[in-house]
């Protein structure tokens, strides 16, 4: 049994969707097909029950699917097992971050971390919230952090520090003259930059939207990134306006590079959270590494 098949089918379960697994997995959507496909072959069961609006489990698939989830935990503990070299006796710490505290968080984290516990070495790979939820879901790394929690009860999740959605737009004599209150109706006719979906930033921007009564799906997109990052600096270029992390606009706010505008009746507060496999026995510099992460935040993101 091909482990890229079993990745195939817990993707499709966890997001109930061929393209957002294929999405999630860097893999085509045939590709995903073929490899559920061969393991219904090889299985010589249907796992999943197909129809125009869902993708369900079939009884088959909900017996198989404990399974699945344990033979990438296996995968791991063998891989852990066979890189001591690389890891120095357990020492390296696998983490998923999304862009937000990837860019924004973990760098300041890191030299701090090092004054306090030296021995441990860090391997970072960085995606969308949906992609840190799947790569935890699929063993992929020890610990999360990220804009997103899920509703599946396998990921624990802890908020980690509170962020908040901001509208930013370019440092002009146009946004200047607003004296920092941005009419509703003119926010219709900017042209906007937004981050992809799956993004926790645009899950928490469309939230904000509504609040404003602003229809997300009408607005005039300039431009769609995977990156908070690409979004700062396309709105300190005049590219447009966008709803995003105020910890992600810092630096352009310190520099005056943009303008913030926010909006009192609106709840635009959002959690960055911090994450792990329930299933899954973290190593110990994993473990002290979540405590520091928290002691860190408590420090830097101290709760209002």
Known sequence: MRLEYVRSFIGVVNYKSFSLAAKYLYLSQPTISTHIKQLELELGVQLLVRSTKDIVLSEEGRVFYPFALQLLETENRALEHLNRNENESGKTV????????????????????RMKHGDVNFRISEGDSGNVLQKILNYDVEIGIGGLTSGNEKIYSEVLFEDEIILI???????????GHFPIEQLRNEWFVIRELGSGTKNASENVEEGLKLNHASLRVAAQFESS?????????????????????????????????????VNAKRQIYLMYHRDRHLSTAAVHTAEALRGFCAERYPAS
């Open 169 to 179: 737009t370019p440092n002009h004599t146009k946004y200047r003259n607003l004296n």
């Open 94 to 113: 696998s983490i998923a971050v999304s862009s937000v505290p990837g860019y924004y968080m973990f760098p300041h984290f890191l030299p701090w971390f």
């Open 229 to 265: 990052e690409l979004v700062r600096r396309t709105v300190e270029a005049g590219g447009g306006v966008a709803f995003i992390s105020r910890t992600a606009a810092k630096e352009s706010l310190d520099r005056q590079k943009v303008l913030e505008f926010s909006f009192d009746h």
